[in-house]
């Protein structure tokens, strides 16, 4: 089966379809570089979905990676991102393995065919040209033997004319000769020509022409096999990254089977427990004996007790509640005492170890600069062990630094270590606690022990006399409920979820006790025992003129 025996008479259509195929591959090449350009975007719009959902440093999100569910999320993240890169790898090794070869291919195989067709152009001009020599010939040959009959004729019709002279009749005869023998060198000339164009034609039609038509056979099955080994490498290159693909998915399903909700839900605890211990049980106060009607200080009945009769303790624990809100807007204290006992004791260690991982940083690079020096001393060619003096000096100062820092926060902490009871004691000393009889300063700290663990209520008598000094002067120690100021209404539902604030519904009218002081709070009051802060923005306040004026 060869083009050239097949389709000896097919030059026309043999350039055409070549043509095509040349169209087909170019049609293949362009198909691939598209695809290449989707897997390189598709890479690229997981890799910033990845980027999008990944936990910013330094902020709250971060923090919440601490959770297994969180946790496995962002381990989907990272395996989305690893994803994203074999999405480039198949992109490049597209690129690599197919576009660039067949690239070059196609620019041989346009050169190839055009020298072929050219030769095949340059044979077919060759034999037409034979043919026009033997056409030529031929006319000529059939020409010259109509010349030499007429002459011929012309010769016997004179030699039979008694009238014409025999110079006449040998002038004729001498003509018919001369064409007869133009006549004999043209067939001579046709006879040549012919030889030689039927030798032309058979190399032509079965030397040339299927020489050249096998030579395009042989381009075009080799273009075929190029675009069939193309489409294997195609697939290999996918099928090269499923098993990295697969253990991405693995590691996804692996991360989603370390979710566990018991962890998360100790993580939970470990990171809101405030350390306090729930009041013990009420005592019966029995007001049919006059004797006993004077109970401890420590009682926390003491202040419910007394709320309707004395509104100084009906509203400041229920109502006032704690003003930490408005104090935790501003900086938080360097020691953390605004935290519950055991927040503000993560918070201290965690504080520790930052300061000596950074003291342990602080103290390699005082002994590599010591270690340089040493070598400048050995060497001094090497550098001017003087010029590390400076540097050396600062690193230690930076040390006694951070040394001073973390002997402040140990001592917080171990003070904070030394407050707190043992897991195992605590409900023995809540007992001890509840027993004995306290100061008066007590029963102000224990109404001020806030269910989220807002506030760290000191157990010690020496702080309680401090916190004494400090914040209860300032806060609890008028003794009568701040009058009114004012009214308000709700522009918005607030949910009052901290302590110190207080759930307000959209519409409702309340009073006003205290104005913002520039901290976006405002203290309202619903009625003797429920009064907080909410938003300022949230509400629209009316203030009375004589309060203005007072």
């Known amino acids: 089966m060869s083009w050239g025996t097949e389709l000896?008479?097919?030059f026309d259509n043999l350039e055409k379809h070549t043509q095509w195929g040349i169209d087909i591959l170019e049609k293949y090449i362009k198909f691939v570089k598209e695809r290449t350009e989707i897997e390189l975007s598709y890479a690229k719009q997981l890799r910033n979905l990845s980027k999008k959902y990944q936990p910013k440093k330094n902020s709250k999100?971060?923090?919440?990676?601490r959770y297994t569910a969180c946790r496995a999320f962002l381990s989907t993240l990272n395996e989305m991102n690893d994803y994203a890169g074999q999405h480039e790898v198949v992109s490049e090794n597209l690129a690599s393995q197919i576009l660039a070869g067949l690239a070059r291919y196609v620019q041989e195989l346009k050169q190839?065919?055009?020298?072929?067709?050219?030769?095949?152009?340059?044979?077919?001009?060759h034999i037409e040209t034979c043919w026009k020599q033997l056409e030529s010939s031929k006319r000529r040959f059939e020409r010259d033997c109509k010349e030499a009959d007429r002459a011929q004729q012309y010769f016997e019709k004179m030699d039979a004319d008694i009238n014409v002279t025999k110079a006449d009749v040998e002038k004729a005869r001498q003509q018919a000769q001369i064409r007869h023998q133009m006549a004999e060198d043209s067939k001579a000339d046709y006879s040549s020509n012919l030889q030689k164009f039927n030798h032309e034609q058979r190399d032509y039609y079965h030397t040339h022409i299927p020489n050249i038509f096998q030579k395009i056979q042989e381009m075009e099955e080799q273009r075929i096999v190029r675009l069939g080994e193309s489409m294997k490498t195609y697939a290999e290159v996918d099928r090269q990254v499923i098993p990295i693909i697969g253990k991405c998915l693995d590691g996804i399903v692996k991360a989603a089977e370390g979710i566990d909700g018991k962890t998360d839900s100790q993580l939970v605890i470990e990171a809101y427990k405030s350390g306090f211990e729930p009041p013990g049980d009420i005592e019966f106060e029995d007001y049919t004996q006059p004797m006993k009607r004077t109970v401890s200080e420590n009682s926390l009945s003491n202040s419910r007790a007394d709320s309707k009769a004395e509104p100084k303790f009906g509203g400041k624990p229920k109502g006032k509640l704690w003003p930490f809100i408005k104090k935790n807007k501003g900086a938080a204290p360097e020691d953390f005492s605004n935290l519950p006992p055991e927040q503000r004791r993560k918070k201290l260690q965690q504080k520790v170890d930052e300061l000596n991982k950074e003291m342990q940083k602080e103290m390699d690079q005082r002994e590599a600069i010591t270690k340089m020096k040493d070598v400048y001393l050995k060497n001094p060619q090497m550098g001017d062990p003087a010029s590390l003096d400076h540097k050396l000096t600062e690193v230690i100062q930076n040390i006694d630094k951070l040394r001073l820092e973390a002997q402040k926060f140990e001592a917080w902490l171990a003070e904070v270590e030394g407050r707190l009871p043992a897991r195992g004691e605590q409900r023995r000393q809540s007992g001890l606690y509840?027993?004995?009889?306290a100061p008066a300063v007590n029963n102000c700290a224990q109404a001020r022990e806030s269910p989220d663990g807002s506030y760290t209520e000191e157990q010690s008598q020496e702080s309680e006399v401090k916190v004494l000094a400090t914040d209860f002067d300032d806060e609890f120690d008028d003794e009568e409920p701040l009058p009114a100021i004012g009214t308000c209404k709700a522009l918005y539902t607030f949910d009052g979820q901290n302590e110190g604030t207080i759930s307000v519904t959209e519409g409702e009218t309340l009073y006003v006790i205290e104005e913002d002081k520039g901290d976006g709070w405002t203290r309202i009051r619903r009625n003797e025992d429920e009064e907080g802060y909410?938003?300022?923005?949230?509400?629209?306040v009316y203030l009375d003129k004589n309060a203005k004026d007072s």
């Not at 999100?61 to 990676?65: D, M």
């Not at 190839?112 to 001009?125: L, M, P």
């Not at 509840?434 to 009889?437: F, H, K, M, N």
């Open 534 to 540: 909410v938003p300022t923005s949230y509400v629209e």
């Open 434 to 437: 509840d027993a004995q009889p």
């Open 61 to 65: 999100e971060e923090e919440e990676y």
């Open 8 to 10: 000896w008479d097919q």
């Open 112 to 125: 190839e065919r055009k020298s072929h067709f050219h030769d095949g152009r340059k044979a077919q001009q």
